[in-house]
């Protein structure tokens, strides 16, 4: 059987996910309308949105490739929220060519070289202390989507099954409503 392309056939990209964060400044800049209206053009499909207040555990996982940065600590208070609010808006983004969309439209992640009617270009800044504002994260790749999806959401927080799961009882402390 002949599985080559065809003349005037397109190749058909992946599904894939990427996680993107509205971070801090974003949101106290009120951006979120903004973001989310530039990030409409990829015409993918969220599966997933909640605000988040960012423990420093989190953070730490999140940008531990950039532990040995010398930035590192101011990034942790960034994205935490120490300079602005406390919240994020993390959102799971679901489709074809999702992170390649998803990044093309974030724009580079040093606001000065972002084009300038990428997000990052458009509301993107460099502090004083040279940590980039850029207002929004978005997974490098599908290694990282599913590390970085599976670190800030849970199964269930998620309305379509993008990764294999297991039901497991687990016992461990919460808040609860009172």
Same mark, same amino acid.
């Given at each position: 059987?002949?599985?080559?392309?065809?003349?005037?056939?397109?190749?058909?990209?992946?599904?894939?996910?990427?996680?993107?964060?509205?971070?801090?400044?974003?949101?106290?800049?009120?951006?979120?309308?903004?973001?989310?209206?530039?990030?409409?053009?990829?015409?993918?499909?969220?599966?997933?949105?909640?605000?988040?207040?960012?423990?420093?555990?989190?953070?730490?996982?999140?940008?531990?490739?950039?532990?040995?940065?010398?930035?590192?600590?101011?990034?942790?208070?960034?994205?935490?929220?120490?300079?602005?609010?406390?919240?994020?808006?993390? @959102?799971?983004?679901?489709?074809?060519?999702?992170?390649?969309?998803?990044?093309? +439209?974030?724009? $580079?992640?040093? #606001?000065? =070289? &972002?084009?300038?009617?990428?997000?990052?270009? @458009?509301?993107?800044?460099?502090?004083?202390?040279?940590?980039?504002?850029?207002? +929004?994260?978005? $997974?490098?790749? #599908?290694? =990282? &989507?599913?590390?970085?999806?599976?670190?800030?959401?849970?199964?269930?927080?998620?309305?379509?099954?993008?990764?294999?799961?297991?039901?497991?009882?687990?016992?461990?402390?919460?808040?609860?409503?009172?």
């Amino acid at each position: 059987m002949d599985t080559s392309k065809h003349e005037g056939e397109e190749k058909a990209m992946p599904e894939q996910k990427t996680l993107v964060i509205i971070k801090p400044d974003g949101l106290v800049k009120s951006l979120t309308g903004g973001i989310l209206t530039k990030l409409s053009e990829t015409k993918l499909k969220i599966i997933a949105a909640k605000v988040v207040r960012v423990s420093r555990e989190l953070a730490v996982e999140h940008y531990y490739h950039l532990k040995d940065q010398p930035f590192f600590g101011e990034l942790i208070k960034y994205i935490m929220g120490e300079h602005h609010t406390n919240r994020v808006l993390a @959102m799971v983004y679901y489709g074809e060519d999702a992170i390649q969309k998803v990044r093309a +439209i974030a724009g $580079s992640t040093n #606001p000065e =070289e &972002a084009e300038s009617i990428s997000i990052r270009g @458009m509301f993107g800044r460099i502090t004083t202390k040279g940590v980039f504002e850029n207002v +929004i994260h978005a $997974s490098s790749d #599908p290694k =990282e &989507a599913e590390r970085e999806i599976k670190l800030w959401f849970m199964p269930d927080e998620i309305v379509t099954d993008i990764y294999p799961t297991t039901e497991k009882e687990v016992a461990r402390k919460m808040r609860v409503w009172a």
